[in-house]
């Protein structure tokens, strides 16, 4: 059975930098395309970025573009995500998904969330 776990959330003054960490177990990690999602209270979730493999193909949404970078170690079964420029309306819970799908049409495992706040 596959598992994400995230880490990195934290606590950031507007402005600030947070890496994000999925680590990935119980599946072949180079075979899957990871994803970004985040959810503020009140709100439904949204996708942040993606990153493919083995190429790496990445895309972010508009609201983060510019700020976040996606990347991947794949030797390492890890995705990171890196928030830099932070603003509060960032807060939500993040989470890691995988999918073996090209369209990223769905995910098979999901991590279990990793609290980002960002204050102003």
């Known amino acids: 059975e596959g598992q994400l776990v995230e880490s990195g959330g934290g606590l950031v003054q507007a402005g600030g930098s947070l890496r994000l960490s999925c680590a990935a177990s119980?599946?072949?990690?180079?075979?899957?395309?990871i994803g970004w999602f985040r959810q503020a209270p009140g709100k439904e979730r949204e996708g942040v970025s993606c990153i493919s493999s083995p190429d790496g193909s990445t895309y972010y949404a508009d609201s983060v573009k510019g700020r976040f970078t996606i990347s991947r170690d794949n030797a390492k079964n890890t995705a990171f995500l890196q928030m830099n420029s932070l603003k509060p309306e960032d807060t939500a819970v993040y989470y890691c998904?995988?999918?073996?799908?090209?369209?990223?049409?769905?995910?098979?495992?999901w991590g279990q969330g990793s609290q980002v706040t960002v204050s102003s």
């Open positions: 998904a995988s999918t073996p799908y090209s369209d990223y049409s769905r995910y098979d495992y």
């Open positions: 119980g599946f072949t990690f180079d075979d899957y395309g």
